[in-house]
């Protein structure tokens, strides 16, 4: 079974841009969460979608959003740059479904904002 | 709100010594546990899991950890550590119910082993 997929592997962006990045679950999860990875925050959590709903929302501002698509492929958005969204950006997906439930996450995508 | 703390943010130990790493969460009822790892340069993946039953769990590569509900801890252990155990190790709790559910990581504990 693949794993979880993420594009693009690495980004420079500038403050003020925006930023969209992918993700791919594993096939047959239905569930996509997303976390900002920083030396100082650790792992924290953005927003998870299940079939295409956003279930689950951390403490972001609005300039973060998603989307999920009927093949469970999400989508992260991140509007008008700031230096302080330079991190890792990791997606897990799991089934969903079960209670409690595994996360299987990516590789990331390394976002640097200049 | 739930929240996760990690008191070791870099151990360094020497090839055979033994490992513990400490977690605390802050959450007054059911609470799933998780220990994650990242090696250098590689995804995060699952250690263990605590999900009920048996307090004391045992991972992958000869890692276990302890439920101790009376403390709200969730240490992470190893009886002789290795080279290759080089890696950060993530903390990470939820709580089950809502239909949803939502999972806090802590801030991660990076372990150097010096051959």
């Known amino acids: 079974k693949a794993g979880v997929t993420q594009t693009p592997r690495y980004l420079i962006k500038t403050r003020g841009q925006q930023v969209t990045l992918s993700c791919s679950p594993i096939s047959g999860h239905r569930s996509v969460s997303w976390y900002q990875q920083t030396p100082g925050q650790g792992l924290q959590f953005l927003f998870e979608y299940f079939s295409e709903t956003q279930r689950n929302k951390g403490n972001f501002p609005g300039r973060f959003s998603g989307r999920q698509f009927s093949n469970s492929r999400s989508e992260m958005n991140v509007s008008t740059l700031e230096l302080g969204d330079s991190a890792l950006y990791l997606c897990?997906?799991?089934?969903?479904?079960?209670?409690?439930?595994?996360?299987?996450f990516g590789p990331g995508t390394r976002l640097t904002v200049t | 709100a739930q929240s996760v703390s990690q008191h070791n943010h870099h151990v360094i130990l020497s090839e055979a010594a033994s490992l513990e790493l400490g977690c605390n969460y802050s959450?007054?009822?059911?609470?799933?546990l998780f220990w994650y790892v990242q090696y250098p340069g590689q995804h995060l993946q699952l250690l263990l899991k605590y999900f009920s039953g048996d307090p004391l769990v045992k991972g992958i590569k000869g890692f276990e950890a302890e439920f101790i509900k009376s403390k709200f801890s969730f240490n992470l252990r190893k009886p002789s550590v290795q080279w290759s155990d080089t890696a950060e190790y993530f903390c990470a709790v939820n709580a089950p119910g809502g239909g949803y559910q939502k999972v806090t990581f802590g801030i991660g504990t990076k372990l150097q082993v010096i051959p």
């Open positions: 897990a997906s799991s089934t969903g479904q079960a209670t409690p439930y595994e996360q299987y």
């Open positions: 959450y007054g009822g059911t609470v799933n």
